[in-house]
């Protein structure tokens, strides 16, 4: 019998990187390994006062009750029942049930679920206590510095960050998460060393690619992001990522090639992207600007207008088209109609028309 609830997020709880996640089956080898983390954790409880367990350590760890329990959060978590999961995880951990590693798991779950409402100070509080248990699980820090990062605490959100990798120097997660962070504060360098290293310990993850090659981007090492780019969309292929090297190579002239990566990106829906490319995404109307204005590079301004065009019908206040659309119109002599485009923009508040208003429209 599966004792353990199998949500997706839980299936390694403490010094998992994504190959093990990937690899995670309920056997005899784990439970052995839950019953001598249970012993850890009966221990580390002698150090907490503010709880009562039954510390037993000669049980099995668990009762017919807290399976249902598990099973029970676990189908209603599914069914995006979030609060009616947590009240299943409140209820293992009034209960005190004897087997301590799964009073952890019900802290542990609890806070996930309480992030995923929102409940971010809840959720905090929840991996905290599971810390407080049993400090050397290192996605409990990992996954409270990326609530700590919501909460804009990004002194703590890297220190939570650091203390993971301390504690097991395997699990890309932290890796990944403090490279982003490095990547915001512009530290592009160390943001490439962070995703370099989540790479080394599990190199099948195209956002890891991805990201590296933003920060590739931003130092202008752009054969770099090409490659890294290119590793990208032939783990995961995306519109992001098709968007973001047609970009690159856009700046390196490379014309032809930039409008086949934006012509690859627009035929992708979102059903088609790679769910590792979190926290991003590339709409459609960029792409079809960005198309437009290689082709512009390439004198093709009828299937620029095109672009320009259809940019506008996908989002009719996207000025930054207007702009580009009305600039082109002014060069061919469409004075008129480029200068109702670029009056357009001024309407929708764009603070970047000024200047190509008082050139063509005056």
Not at 141 to 164: F, P, V
Not at 288 to 303: F, G, V
Request: with cysteine; net charge neutral; hydrophobic share 35%.
């Amino acid at each position: 019998m599966l004792l353990i609830s199998s949500l997706p997020f839980l299936k390694i709880f403490c010094q998992s990187h994504d190959e093990m996640w990937q690899r995670y089956q309920f056997n005899q080898q784990q439970h052995a390994e839950r019953t001598m983390l249970n012993a850890q954790l009966l221990d580390n409880s002698r150090h907490i006062e503010t709880i009562n367990y039954n510390n037993d350590a000669s049980t099995n760890g668990y009762s017919q009750e807290m399976v249902n329990l598990f099973s029970q959060a676990e189908e209603k978590f599914g069914k995006g029942n979030y609060e009616g999961a947590i009240e299943d995880f409140s209820n293992i951990i009034r209960k005190n049930f004897a087997s301590l590693y799964y009073t952890f798991e019900a802290y542990f779950q609890r806070a996930f679920t309480k992030e995923i409402i929102k409940d971010y100070k809840g959720a905090i509080e929840d991996y905290s206590m599971a810390i407080r248990m049993y400090s050397g699980c290192s996605n409990a820090y990992n996954n409270r510095g990326l609530i700590k990062g919501k909460l804009h605490d990004t002194k703590g959100e890297i220190a939570d960050y650091n203390k993971a990798i301390e504690i097991d120097p395997k699990n890309n997660y932290p890796y990944r998460n403090r490279a982003v962070v490095k990547y915001i504060d512009g530290d592009y360098q160390e943001a490439i060393a962070d995703y370099t290293k989540a790479i080394k310990i599990y190199n099948k993850i195209p956002g890891d690619y991805f990201g590296r090659g933003l920060a590739k981007q931003q130092i202008k090492d752009y054969e770099g992001a090409i490659a890294d780019y290119s590793q990208a969309i032939k783990i995961g292929p995306s519109a992001l990522a098709y968007n973001q090297r047609g970009m690159v190579r856009y700046y390196k002239n490379d014309f032809k090639g930039a409008i086949i990566d934006y012509t690859k990106a627009i035929k992708f829906t979102p059903k088609d992207e790679v769910v590792y490319y979190n926290r991003a995404n590339v709409k459609d109307e960029v792409i079809y600007y960005n198309r437009a204005k290689t082709r512009e590079e390439i004198l093709d301004y009828s299937e620029a207008f095109a672009d320009y065009n259809k940019a506008i019908e996908i989002n009719p206040k996207y000025a930054d088209a207007y702009i580009e659309r009305g600039i082109l119109k002014n060069k061919l002599g469409q004075k008129d109609s480029g200068c109702l485009d670029l009056r357009k923009a001024e309407e929708l508040g764009s603070s970047y028309v000024t200047d190509a208003i008082k050139k063509y429209c005056q």
